[in-house]
Every structure is written in C-alpha cells, then in structure tokens.
C-alpha cells in the first residue's frame, strides 16, 4: 500500500513481551477507520483480558 496505516493496539491486562499471546485482528471494512471497535464495542479491553 505504501501508506502508513493507523492501528488501536489493546494488550491484555499482565502482557509481558515475553511470554506469547494469541493474535487477533479487527478489520474496519471500508468505510470505517482504526477507531471503530474501540468507540463501539465498549467491552473491548475486558474481552482482550
């Protein structure tokens, strides 16, 4: 794409670099922007934990 793209980064609550987490990406679709998720799914940062 060769554009810097914006990203929200949650980690879980107790994250150290060290030990491995699972991944998951949330895709805006196209009409949205890097904020969506985190302005509508309020639970987020729980769900993360």
Do not use: C, Q, W
């Not at 107790?14 to 491995?20: D, F, K, M, T, V």
């Amino acid at each position: 794409m060769k554009k810097e793209i914006k990203v929200v980064v949650i980690e879980p609550e107790g994250y150290n670099s060290i030990e491995r987490f699972p991944l998951v990406y949330l895709l805006h679709g196209f009409s949205g922007n890097y904020k969506d998720v985190t302005k509508n799914v309020l639970a987020i940062e729980e769900l993360a934990d």
